[in-house]
């Protein structure tokens, strides 16, 4: 009997040395910040060759993505199954509410990282979470205000937590992300009843 393997199981080693990496990384910006994420400092702190890292995560941003996953899985459960408004149960409008607010305290809480990973490329921001984000927001939308242009109102709620521009705003500008959740309660009650 044939034994078909899944190519996709993680070895026992490389699962460890994953997690190695990923404390080694999480101490080293949680001591002195995205800044001091090198990969070389990462794969000394873990005991790993410099290569494995780079073949693990690519560069920096990789790293960085590495490290956000779990909050975001986190994030994504509890909008998807959690209780509301941000889970199911609530109605439309206040759904679009407590995912805006919660995804603004998500974003403030992991800015750094989140700055680093959504500028590694023009387009880095525009991966699987904000597709996910997207999909979520463009189906309540719909729900709230049926015959409207759900995919590009979904984008302009988007577009203010954009790490970068967060960053910018809260620290160049003074802006609270209080305002900033504020700023996004005013654009939800322009389009929904």
Avoid: C, W
Avoid at 54 to 67: C, E
Avoid at 145 to 160: C, N, Q
Avoid at 164 to 192: C, I, N, Q, Y
Wanted: hydrophobic fraction near 50%; aromatic fraction near 6%; avoid cysteine.
């Amino acid at each position: 009997m044939d034994v078909v393997m899944n190519p996709r199981r993680e070895r026992v080693d490389a699962a460890r040395n994953r997690v190695k990496i990923l404390a080694a990384a999480a101490d080293i910006v949680a001591a002195h910040g995205v800044e001091g994420l090198s990969m070389a400092e990462v794969a000394a702190a873990a005991g790993v060759g410099v290569g494995t890292l780079y073949r693990r995560f690519g560069d920096r941003s990789g790293l960085a993505y590495a490290l956000i996953d779990e909050r975001e899985r986190e994030f994504q459960e509890a909008f998807i199954e959690g209780p509301p408004p941000l889970g199911p149960g609530a109605g439309a409008p206040a759904r679009i509410r407590g995912f805006l607010h919660a995804l603004a305290d998500r974003t403030v809480e992991q800015l750094d990282l989140l700055v680093m990973a959504e500028t590694a490329t023009p387009f880095a921001r525009f991966g699987g979470a904000y597709e996910a984000y997207h999909a979520h927001l463009s189906m309540l939308v719909t729900q709230a205000r049926p015959g409207a242009d759900a995919h590009v109102l979904a984008d302009a709620l988007l577009a203010p937590l954009a790490a970068p521009l967060l960053a910018h705003r809260l620290r160049d500008r003074g802006v609270t992300v209080e305002r900033v959740k504020a700023g996004l309660d005013d654009l939800l009650a322009a389009f929904t009843p």
